[in-house]
């Protein structure tokens, strides 16, 4: 129809005219980059106007990080993660991420073919300007892309954030927060409660699910400072182990996440390096599934990883490096590892949960629901540990903070200590109990310790050398004196009788 035509609105026909002349014109509008010389009837780029327009354009999504001697170029856009470890759903959000400069030249290679002005001399030229430009703009890794967002973590839509009184809210996602990952559960219209994962954990853990749960929301708090703890998940195989930990794996951002075994985070380094401890570096939770039941070689290094020490780590083909672990520890075995703990610090800070496997586990629990219900789980988690640390500064007779401990866990760590003390093993077994000891009873340290050593050959166990064995003695409150006899000077233990002495002292 024209505007002719019988029946036109002139109205209508004045607003086509007006967007078809507005059209014209921004087809026909130069961006300000493009001169244009009317003598010559030719367009040219202004070099320092295009780099200044592309740089504009992407300011907020790039940026020049120095990590050291290099710098890195990262790029705000979409990721996607799989739902689970071994779900094939997936989800996006954007985050930073480590990208090529090529990115600088595509966004610059379009604009220049776009209105066909495309040279390989300005798109080099631009590229440089816009180097520059990042360049004076630079910020130091440890700051952005390396910092972390203590009481922040990002979702898929939106960012959780907490703080140790129990408070949460949600705000939307930013590139100030150089999240470099995101976990894959959502936070916004959560439902009030997680029930079908309570459930779950309930009748799997029994009363040491608030256990778990305290520690699962302590994950979340990037620091050691309020309880030095580690969890073991101890059952027999196809207990349900596996699908725990990946569920609780799933709570945080995959990057946030590493999977080195109990062994080989404790390996002694008088042979070779241990380049494992600088997979920690940066993480909130460190998971494995069925540890073995060798010999750890290092427990005391247990309490550095869980104490808010410097660690010195050594990294491949990379100098070494140094940072304080933050990464919650948590392991699943059938049969707890042995070990020799001089420090006591292994066992005393093992929480080790027994899990029930639940027999028809699918046809009772909807996994999907209990996917669902990650955000209402998280809360609860984070606010259950709040509580706790509430409810401990609250106890000034206490000298070490505890998460919450059933009378089942306490037994586990309790046999587990004992199980691995051959110290105390042999005590047991070859050393009379003190109400049935002479009080000033002598007997000579050297010889102790020869009794020791034999009894180590009979059980086939390694024998710790005197000192250690000498100084695990004072621990449990023998004490020794020095004294001389007919001219001979030899130092004793007081109280402590071996069942195969006589009455007679100083054997």
Request: with cysteine.
């Amino acid at each position: 129809m024209t505007t002719t035509d019988k029946g036109s609105n002139p109205e209508e026909v004045k607003n086509v005219i007006q967007i078809q002349r507005e059209q014209m014109k921004q087809k026909n509008a130069r961006p300000d980059w493009i001169e244009y010389d009317p003598e010559k009837k030719k367009k040219s780029v202004s070099v320092a106007k295009l780099g200044e327009y592309v740089y504009k354009q992407h300011k907020e999504e790039w940026l020049l990080v120095q990590d050291g001697k290099d710098n890195e170029f990262w790029t705000y856009r979409y990721k996607e993660n799989k739902i689970t470890e071994t779900s094939r759903e997936t989800v996006k959000q954007k985050v930073w991420q480590l990208s090529s400069p090529d990115t600088i030249r595509a966004a610059i290679h379009n604009q220049l073919k776009k209105y066909n002005l495309w040279t390989a001399r300005i798109e080099k030229d631009t590229f440089t300007y816009i180097n520059g430009e990042l360049l004076s703009n630079i910020k130091d890794k440890a700051d952005t892309i390396e910092s972390i967002q203590p009481h922040k973590i990002l979702t898929v839509d939106g960012v959780l954030c907490f703080d140790l009184a129990g408070n949460i809210h949600i705000e939307p996602n930013s590139p100030k927060y150089f999240f470099t990952d995101f976990a894959t559960f959502s936070v916004q219209d959560i439902p009030k409660k997680a029930s079908q994962t309570d459930k779950w954990f309930n009748e799997t853990f029994s009363t040491s699910a608030l256990t778990l749960k305290q520690y699962i929301g302590y994950m979340f708090f990037p620091t050691y400072q309020y309880f030095q703890v580690y969890i073991i998940l101890l059952a027999a195989g196809g207990d349900g182990k596996s699908t725990t930990l990946n569920f609780i794996n799933s709570l945080l951002p995959p990057n946030e996440v590493s999977h080195i075994s109990l062994q080989a985070l404790t390996a002694s380094e008088k042979n070779s390096k241990n380049f494992s401890l600088a997979g920690l570096r940066n993480k909130r939770l460190n998971t494995r599934n069925d540890i073995t039941d060798d010999f750890i070689q290092d427990a005391s290094m247990i309490k550095t990883l869980t104490g808010n020490d410097p660690i010195y780590a050594s990294v491949k083909f990379h100098e070494d490096t140094s940072f304080i672990n933050h990464a919650k520890l948590m392991f699943a075995c059938n049969s707890l590892p042995e070990y020799r703990d001089i420090s006591k610090g292994f066992t005393r800070r093992a929480y080790i949960i027994t899990t029930k496997g639940i027999k028809g586990f699918s046809k009772k629990y909807n996994f999907d629901e209990i996917l669902k219900e990650r955000g209402a789980f998280v809360v609860e988690c984070i606010r259950a540990f709040c509580a706790q640390v509430k409810d401990q500064k609250q106890r000034t007779d206490i000298k070490e903070w505890q998460l919450y401990r059933d009378e089942q866990t306490i037994v586990n760590s309790h046999t587990w200590s004992i199980d691995n003390d051959q110290v105390q093993q042999f005590l047991d077994e070859k050393v009379c109990l003190k109400s049935e000891t002479p009080r000033n009873y002598k007997r000579k340290i050297d010889d102790t310790y020869n009794a020791y050593v034999n009894w180590t050959k009979q059980s086939g166990v390694k024998p710790l050398g005197k000192y250690k064995f000498n100084s695990q003695l004072r621990d449990k409150g023998f004490k020794d004196s020095r004294t001389t006899t007919k001219g001979e000077t030899f130092r004793y233990w007081l109280g402590l009788k071996l069942k195969t002495d006589t009455n007679n002292s100083l054997k």
